[in-house]
């Protein structure tokens, strides 16, 4: 049937559904109440105009300002640089970081056309330099790609007051922070490695 | 180690089929075509995740149909495993014991095959990514982190290339420092193994040839005069012009050569086919000698239709020659005698349009 066909496929584009899942969840969604559809259709459909970024950060955020940038009782000193908004959400989640947060949308990778411009490194490098943070926690992923964002943030803050620091290891090559469970970014929180010392 | 048992399904014009090869030896015979060296080649895929004769998947697969699978039964020395491989829709899955794998790079700890066979040539007399690639299978098998550095390498420099073509030059030096940092992991590790070749690899050269002729392993950097991060750094700095120019990053072990020597003169400019072939063929003993030596396990050998090249005298030299081994592969022409007396646990097939039956009286 085109309809259920249509849906299945709709729903196996979603990251981490496979063919599999798409036909159980579309079969799932035709037998239930269609109330609970509507319901999930229409925050499906009104997600991308209730959530915007930080006017900040570039976290996601209902208000202009997110709720971490709003409170005043962080650490002031701590600023942790990571590439999607999500990553701010797993590493809230494991509760070890009190700092604020800086998102770049993505990280430096010339084959796909993304350098430092495509990405919120001036909007990072303006915060550094106006704000009184002493320690910028790059908690890239670990890929070339994350690397490579990380090793040129330390370039731009060489000769700057600030010390940056990586995530330690622990973290798998080519992992994405996102799927690294709570206690082993714990872990890698706690025990950073200096990539600058002024 | 032993592939006791190896199940092939759809694989390329093989009829689907359990082949016991639960022996020492495993002889094929049949005429060309037949399928014989595909048994060789499904063994290479459950050892490596990859052929060694093709890229595409798509090859793989019997002709009119889309998909197959391999699945081998394999003793180490204190286990046993499962390896299966399947191809469908284009897609290449890999389980040992039932759980998959993302990165064939797992597949390496459990088995290793050696194989010998005519393409061996390339790494003899082809271009110098030819030899690049049989050096950089070597180094991947006796160092675990070989293969990652030379991963990070090839990402590295088509970032930079991607950099070069873009002409902004903002992030050329982060790219310099990084190609730097791997780039002499690896030329260090491939300078290593070189001498750890020449160790071998001449003595067995002129013991098979018995000619006299004592060909050493020249490795050739492309960073000649770099020893730490730093002279590469400064290297890769002093050709930035050039590397503008052409937009592609002209220095680093990306472009590394090797060379067979004989006495200070290129060897393979003046050596006969034969003696090629014989170069080949002892490169590939001498990398089971150095694969055993680092870690201890005992390669499969796989040899293709490589015998028929040697006389008599050279392939009892050549077999004598050979790393200690559990198990070996043969395939051979119908009328081939090969072993004399064979005093090895072995198993004959006869292999015909990609079935096969075995035949022991012809042992
Ligand atoms: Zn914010």
Redesign the interface.
Same mark, same amino acid.
């Given at each position: 049937m085109r309809s259920i066909d249509e849906l299945i496929r709709g729903l196996s584009r979603l990251p981490g559904v496979g063919n599999k899942s798409a036909s159980r969840i579309a079969y799932h969604l035709i037998q239930r109440d269609v109330r609970d559809n509507h319901l999930l259709g229409e925050l499906i459909s009104t997600i991308q105009d209730k959530i915007r970024l930080c006017d900040v950060c570039g976290s996601f955020t209902e208000g202009q300002i997110c709720d971490v940038c709003q409170d005043p009782h962080r650490d002031h000193t701590l600023i942790c640089v990571v590439e999607q908004p999500q990553d701010v959400f797993t590493i809230e989640a494991s509760g070890v970081y009190n700092g604020y947060y800086h998102v770049l949308h993505g990280a430096i990778s010339p084959l796909d056309g993304i350098g430092p411009d495509q990405l919120t490194i001036g909007q990072l490098i303006e915060r550094i330099t106006t704000g009184d943070f002493s320690e910028v926690i790059l908690a890239m992923n670990p890929t070339e790609e994350g690397d490579t964002t990380a090793m040129y943030i330390t370039h731009l803050l060489r000769s700057s007051r600030v010390t940056t620091s990586r995530l330690a290891s622990g973290l798998p090559v080519g992992g994405d922070l996102e799927y690294t469970d709570k206690v082993t970014l714990a872990r890698s929180l706690r025990g950073r490695i200096r990539m600058s010392d002024q | 180690m032993l592939i006791e048992s190896i199940q092939t399904y759809n694989f390329r014009n093989l009829t689907p089929s359990l082949v016991d090869t639960n022996h020492q030896h495993i002889t094929l015979t049949g005429d060309n075509g037949q399928g014989k060296s595909n048994l060789l080649e499904a063994v290479y895929i459950i050892c490596y995740g990859s052929s060694f004769r093709s890229r595409s998947h798509k090859q793989l697969i019997r002709f009119n149909e889309k998909e197959m699978s391999l699945i081998a039964q394999i003793r180490t020395q204190d286990r046993h495993h499962t390896v299966k491989l399947t191809i469908q829709d284009g897609k290449r899955r890999i389980y040992i014991d039932d759980t998959e794998i993302s990165d064939r790079k797992a597949l390496f700890s459990i088995c290793t095959s050696i194989i010998f066979s005519h393409e061996d040539m390339d790494f003899v007399q082809g271009a110098p990514a030819e030899q690049r690639r049989f050096f950089d299978q070597t180094n991947s098998l006796i160092n675990e982190r070989y293969i990652?550095d030379l991963r990070?390498m090839n990402?590295?420099v088509?970032?930079?290339n !991607?950099?070069l073509r873009?002409k902004?030059h903002?992030?050329l !030096?982060?790219?310099d420092?990084?190609l730097a940092e791997v780039g002499i992991q690896i030329q260090q590790q491939r300078e290593e193994t070189v001498r750890s070749f020449n160790e071998l690899f001449p003595d067995l050269f002129e013991t098979v040839s018995a000619d006299g002729i004592h060909p050493e392993i020249k490795y050739v950097p492309s960073w000649k005069q770099a020893s730490c991060v730093e002279d590469a750094i400064r290297i890769l700095q002093n050709s930035h012009e050039r590397d503008a120019k052409y937009e592609m990053t002209t220095t680093g072990p990306h472009r590394d050569k090797y060379q067979f020597i004989e006495h200070t003169r290129d060897f393979i400019e003046t050596a006969s086919t034969g003696q090629r072939r014989l170069a080949a063929l002892v490169l590939k003993s001498t990398q089971a000698l150095l694969y055993e030596q680092a870690t201890g396990n005992k390669p499969v050998l796989l040899l293709d239709d490589v015998l028929l090249e040697l006389d008599i005298k050279k392939r009892e030299r050549f077999l004598s020659s050979l790393a200690s081994y559990d198990q070996a592969f043969f395939t051979f022409l119908p009328d081939e005698s090969y072993f004399k007396k064979d005093s090895y646990d072995s198993i004959a097939y006869h292999v015909e349009r990609g079935s096969y039956s075995t035949h022991e009286e012809s042992c």
């Open positions: - | 990652d990070m990402m590295i088509k970032q930079r !991607a950099v873009q902004d903002s992030i !030096a982060i790219y420092q990084k």
